[in-house]
């Protein structure tokens, strides 16, 4: 059975991450998310993290426009 958890950032989905040995690996649910795509975390917070930083330097992002 997966086990699998919902990564937000920015006040949306950024991906999901899907436990897998060694940890969780990350897939994007929107383009600006994509280059952590794949990426294996040890942890869903270390995850959340870099989504989190992708999404503060996005200038696309529509919430960067406020």
Sequence with gaps: M???YLIE???????????ERGGF????SAPQFNA???QL???TADAERAARAL??????HPRAWR
């Design 2 to 4: 997966s086990e699998a």
């Design 9 to 19: 950032a920015a006040g949306e989905a950024a991906g999901v991450v899907v436990r």
């Design 25 to 28: 690996r990350f897939f994007a």
């Design 36 to 38: 952590i795509e794949q």
């Design 41 to 43: 975390f040890r942890r």
């Design 55 to 60: 999404a503060a330097n996005d200038n696309t």
